[in-house]
């Protein structure tokens, strides 16, 4: 049951272009969705999130775009940089369960491994 | 920058033995989490703790898998007899005070268990 669904699972772009992460969802009830680099042997590093009552959030050179209605969401990074190269885990969770318990645990895709080629 | 840290980084043990995976949370977290990667798949929830209980497990949180903060600091994740397909990668991770629109994980840099 994947919740969670990122299809591509490598993504080869050129450095200064533009690099397109995509990462669909099922579960309508997620309302918040979290962008996660990881490189071998190091935990998740949080990168970008999102909540369900926006469309897009912009950090640096990284965007997040949501797009409720499709339950898809990607990241675009722009110029994309050699030190990108990693893999990029899209997560979603349930916030508004959180009325102060712990939930909000995070249902993570397979990942897409982007490398960016000088 | 606080971070979350975790020993060993590596633990070699014998299927049926039991081990212990220890974190330490970042210091004003109240919310921790166990997550794991086994080889090629993808990272998994196991269980979130907070006011030192047990918040929400997965299916894969059976009963030989227990968490506890004994000294309020340590954070740790205990198998009582593992088994070989536990060998993974564990992750914990911590966050701050509930926010209704914020949920940020910070996770620590694992522990690579390997069951022989």
């Known amino acids: 049951d994947q919740q969670v669904k990122q299809n591509s699972p490598s993504l080869s772009v050129q450095e200064g272009r533009i690099s397109i992460l995509n990462c669909d969802y099922t579960?309508?009830?997620?309302?918040?969705f979290l962008w996660y680099k990881k490189y071998p042997a190091e935990g998740p590093t949080f990168l970008i999130s999102?909540?369900?009552?926006?469309d897009k959030n912009e950090d640096g050179r990284f965007t997040v775009f949501l797009n409720k209605s499709a339950k898809h969401l990607s990241l675009h990074i722009v110029p994309s940089q050699p030190g990108d190269s990693a893999v990029y885990f899209c997560?979603?969770?349930?916030?508004?369960?959180?009325?102060?318990?712990?939930?909000?645990?995070?249902?993570f895709g397979k990942g897409t491994k982007l490398s960016v080629k000088p | 920058e606080p971070e979350v840290t975790q020993t060993p980084s590596h633990q070699v043990t014998q299927m049926g033995q039991e081990v212990i995976l220890r974190c330490v949370p970042i210091s004003n977290h109240l919310y921790f989490y166990w997550y794991r990667q086994i080889l090629g798949q993808k990272v998994e929830f196991l269980v979130s703790f907070y006011n030192n209980e047990i918040s929400e497990k997965s299916e894969i949180f059976d009963d030989q898998f227990s968490v506890e903060r004994p000294d309020g600091s340590n954070f740790t994740l205990k198998i009582r007899s593992t088994k070989l397909e536990d060998s993974a990668m564990y992750f914990c991770?911590?966050?701050?005070?509930?926010?209704?629109?914020?949920?940020?994980?910070?996770f620590g840099p694992g522990t690579r268990l390997t069951v022989l």
């Open positions: 999102i909540s369900s009552i926006k």
């Open positions: 997560a979603a969770s349930e916030c508004g369960r959180d009325y102060g318990g712990s939930q909000g645990n995070l249902i």
């Open positions: 991770a911590t966050r701050d005070i509930p926010n209704f629109t914020y949920n940020e994980q910070f």
């Open positions: 579960n309508s009830m997620f309302d918040y």
